[in-house]
């Protein structure tokens, strides 16, 4: 299973970027996928997730307001939405797949190398 996480780079504040992530390979079950991200200096932290059918999102309090999860019909490829984006989003985002559309880091078994978002004026 690979994941390919794109669509970062630089932005201004109050712009908007989407990022997606596409999913490789045969995971055997149906998934949930999910955001994190690790800002400079930082652990990483959970942004957003969504469940196999699209119906069940979750996201972070800093997230919830700003930025969406999607995800497209054939299941495959997750997006993120991110809307009036600020400063402290500069990170790099990663995009995981797991059993359940949990918030902790261990419930994802497949992660991507990550795109980097920097917020900058």
């Known amino acids: 299973v690979q994941l390919q996480a794109s669509g970062g780079g630089s932005a201004q504040p109050g712009a908007s970027l989407r990022l997606s992530c596409t999913v490789s390979g045969r995971t055997f079950t149906t998934n949930a996928m999910a955001w994190f991200r690790q800002p400079p200096g930082k652990s990483r932290e959970f942004v957003a997730t969504?469940?196999?059918?699209?119906?069940?999102?979750t996201y972070s309090d800093f997230a919830k307001d700003r930025f969406t999860i999607s995800r497209t019909d054939a299941k495959n490829t997750a997006y993120l939405q991110m809307n009036d984006l600020r400063i402290e989003d500069t990170a790099v985002y990663f995009c995981a797949v797991g059993l359940l559309p949990q918030t902790t880091e261990r419930s994802y078994r497949f992660w991507g190398q990550g795109t980097q978002v920097t917020v900058s004026s």
């Open positions: 969504i469940s196999w059918s699209g119906g069940d999102t």
